[in-house]
């Protein structure tokens, strides 16, 4: 008499299972690139939030046509900032007017933003030719740069 035998055999179960290890080992690395790719994006997005709001709070005559500098701007804490920004969860933001000066009285500014989640860090600066000293990565003016510091 036939046995009518249901089921997998190990070897069918074996198999399937390094198939899936496989694909695990393939895509584990992507999904890291992936999350390295958002905090960069996260970081760029914020320093454009900053190149639009440096330039409305440059335009008010009531501010007499200088730029504002802000440390330390987090989620949920502008720290004093004077500008309306508001970074992405993880983001901070440091914002230095007058390329460090700070006398108010010259049209430039730079901004840094790092990530606490990544070691990569972006920085943009505006108002001058030449890149000043605390910016690491942009070396053209209005244009946001990332690198490892």
Not at 73 to 94: D, F, I, M, Q, R
Not at 97 to 108: L, Y
Not at 119 to 124: G, K, L, P, T
């Amino acid at each position: 008499m036939l046995q009518n035998r249901k089921g997998f055999t190990l070897i069918e179960l074996l198999i399937v299972v390094v198939i899936i290890g496989i694909l695990a080992a393939v895509a584990i690395p992507k999904f890291g690139q992936s999350r390295e790719k958002a905090y960069v994006a996260a970081m760029q997005s914020d320093l454009k939030q900053v190149i639009t709001a440096q330039e409305i709070f440059y335009g008010d005559p009531a501010n007499n046509y200088s730029y504002a500098s802000c440390t330390g701007v987090t989620a949920g804490n502008a720290g004093g900032c004077e500008l309306e920004v508001t970074p992405s969860a993880g983001v901070t933001l440091n914002i230095t007017a007058d390329g460090g000066g700070g006398s108010g009285t010259t049209a430039s500014w730079y901004a840094t933003a790092e990530h606490s989640a990544t070691s990569q860090a972006c920085d943009v600066f505006v108002g001058t030719d030449t890149k000043p000293s605390g910016v690491q990565f942009a070396t053209t003016p209005g244009v946001i740069a990332c690198g490892t510091p």
